[in-house]
Nanobody, 124 residues
Framework: QVQLVESGGGLVQAGGSLRLSCAAS????????MAWFRQGPGKERVFAAA????????NYADSVKGRFTISRDNAKNTVYLQMNSLRPEDTAVYYC?????????????????WGQGTQVTVSS
């Protein structure tokens, strides 16, 4: 009954920006931490960013720190990933994830629910 749906991916030139959204439904039993993972061509799915249920603690992978911003609006049941200064190496399928815990995690196995992913392609 829980569903996460990502949107906002697309093609952008290096140095450009995109904003990803993840709309959640069925997450009626708080708290749920949220996160973004990404999987590039020929690579494993890796952590990008996470945010606690209250939004007070945020964690980023070193590869995106200073360029990406995660946020959430619990009233709208939505988590966002603002991506600035995009690089070709950011090209990946980006996945939204939810965890039945107040804080996030770096590990894919710690998350209970996943979206279908949205493609982000950064051209040089």
């Amino acid at each position: 009954q829980v569903q996460l749906v990502e949107s906002g991916g697309g093609l952008v030139q290096a140095g450009g920006s995109l904003r990803l959204s993840c709309a959640a439904s069925g997450l009626t039993f708080s708290p749920y931490a949220m996160a973004w993972f990404r999987q590039g061509p020929g690579k494993e799915r890796v952590f990008a960013a996470a945010i606690t249920w209250g939004g007070g603690r945020i964690n980023y992978a070193d590869s995106v720190k200073g360029r990406f911003t995660i946020s959430r609006d619990n009233a709208k049941n939505t988590v966002y990933l603002q991506m600035n200064s995009l690089r070709p190496e950011d090209t990946a399928v980006y996945y939204c994830a939810a965890r039945s815990h107040y804080s996030g995690s770096l590990y894919t196995n710690d998350y209970d629910y996943w979206g279908q992913g949205t493609q982000v392609t950064v051209s040089s």
